[in-house]
């Protein structure tokens, strides 16, 4: 069993920054690749960056959000920046073993999400 526990999300004016940090603990063999979601009100999950030798992102977070890894803690991060009222959502960090996909149903490991909110 893997476990994911986010952190890092509050409330942010429009052109903020913030940082959610995910730590994962248990089998973290099942965790090259790390990735999040996130999903507004009314909304579906929907795929914004991942990570395992690689990055990938989705196009409306590309060049201001990036995700990143440090392996000895276990954790991963999402740096945002250039934060818009769109941004706003329940951030979920996922975990899968190999492969990056952008569909959530292809991942097995779930936090517990963490609310991000952009004030205009």
């Known amino acids: 069993q893997v476990q994911l526990v986010e952190s890092g999300g509050g409330l942010v004016q429009a052109g903020g920054s913030l940082r959610l940090s995910c730590a994962a603990s248990g089998r973290t063999a099942s965790t090259n690749v790390m990735a999040w979601f996130r999903q507004a009100p009314g909304k579906e999950r929907e795929f914004v960056a991942a990570?395992?030798?690689?990055?990938y992102y989705a196009d409306s977070v590309k060049a201001r959000f990036t995700i990143s890894r440090d392996n000895a803690k276990n954790t991963v991060y999402l740096q945002m920046n250039s934060l818009k009222p769109e941004d706003t959502a329940i951030y979920y960090c996922?975990?899968?073993?190999?492969?990056?996909?952008?569909?959530?149903?292809?991942?097995?490991?779930w936090g517990q999400g963490t609310q991000v909110t952009v004030s205009s």
């Open positions: 990570i395992s030798g690689s990055t």
């Open positions: 996922a975990a899968r073993s190999v492969v990056i996909y952008t569909d959530s149903t292809r991942y097995a490991y």
